[in-house]
């Protein structure tokens, strides 16, 4: 048995080492920090990244260093993350493909985003415009409806691949409207645009940025979009709500994570960083003007929209139909 004497070094020992871990979180950030992105270069990710880097080097007073893994749809970004260190240096910029739908995608996914990751800051929404090709004969997303309920089977909706987004807000569009559409898949976003201003395919859901560029040139006409109120890029397209299917509202998101177990005082810390930069009236105008909406969240309150989201877009892709191994 340990005599008082030893206890009481003992105990002082504990009490040190418990202030020595204080100190060092109360010190974070004391060197650079990571973002991973698991897509290449010059994508959206890394343009929204860009976008609040030089304000967030500023509030946390050191650098941040971007970090391109790419691979299996932000898949290996993932596994990136989850094996670091969870002490704050080294973070994810995701987006709702890798968060809440990849898991139900992939057969054999290496992470849970509820289980392996801490919920840092929801930084955007992207709404997404639903889309025909100028040549049908319709002006409204209620005529396009009845336009495609007398022809089951005979419209056709291009996407950027089996399982994205551009893939699976058709398909609840379909779901919520009881439309018979054909799917066709392209490999990337570009080529399925492409055919839609063609004709080839008559209708999509496109991010918001390319969808009013074509649509005010006349190329392709926009009906409606996705989010809940109308987007400043679209003032005169009316929301699938007002257009009458109630209650659809799909959105894209972008969103901070760093390792499971990231100490609470660390994570306040990033989560308050992420909030001051977002309050910038400059990073909003410029995150519109690159088609996001500024929608910051928590940390408490991103883990609880992330736990809601999961099951939804869950229920997308079983309905369509997708999985990768």
């Known amino acids: 048995m340990l005599t008082s004497a030893a206890k009481g070094v003992a105990w002082a020992g504990c009490l040190l080492l418990a202030a020595v871990a204080q100190s060092a979180h109360a010190a974070f950030p004391d060197k650079p920090v990571r973002v991973v992105i698991g897509f290449p270069a010059g994508g959206p990710l890394d343009q929204h990244a860009r976008l609040l880097t030089e304000r967030l080097q500023a509030v946390l007073g050191q650098p941040i260093i971007i970090d391109y893994k790419s691979g299996a749809g932000g898949t290996v970004g993932a596994q990136e993350v989850i094996k670091a260190p969870a002490d704050g240096y080294t973070l994810m910029l ?16 290496p992470y849970s985003t509820l289980r392996d990751f801490t919920p840092i800051a929801r930084t955007a929404m992207q709404p997404l415009a639903l889309l025909v090709n100028p040549k049908v004969p319709v002006n409204s997303l209620k005529e396009f ?25 058709p398909e609840m569009f379909k779901n919520a409207t009881g439309l018979f559409m054909v799917h066709i898949p392209y490999r990337g976003s570009a080529p399925a645009f492409t055919d839609l201003m063609a004709g080839q395919v008559q209708f999509m859901g496109e991010s918001i940025p390319q969808a ?6 006349g190329k392709v006409r926009a009906l409606a979009v996705t989010s809940k109120e109308r987007n400043p890029a679209l003032p005169d397209v009316p929301t ?21 177990g990231l100490p609470k005082d660390v994570t306040a810390k990033l989560s308050e960083a992420f909030r001051q930069v977002m309050a910038s009236p400059d990073i909003r105008s410029r995150m519109v003007a690159q088609g996001a909406d500024p929608a910051f969240m928590g940390s408490e309150e991103f883990a609880q929209f992330l736990a809601t989201e999961t099951p939804r877009w869950a229920q997308a892709v079983k309905a369509s139909g997708a999985k990768l191994d």
């Not at 007398?150 to 893939?167: D, F, K, M, T």
């Open 212 to 217: 009013a560029a074509y649509h005010k040139q």
């Open 240 to 260: 699938v709500i007002e257009s009458g299917i109630m209650g659809f509202e799909v959105v894209g998101f972008y969103g901070f994570l760093a390792p499971a």
């Open 94 to 109: 995701a987006n709702t493909g890798v968060m809440v739908i990849n898991p139900a995608l992939y057969t054999r996914l």
């Open 145 to 169: 409806i009845d336009y495609s309920r007398a022809r089951p089977g005979q419209v056709n909706y291009g996407s950027a691949g089996n399982g994205g987004i551009s893939h699976l807000v």
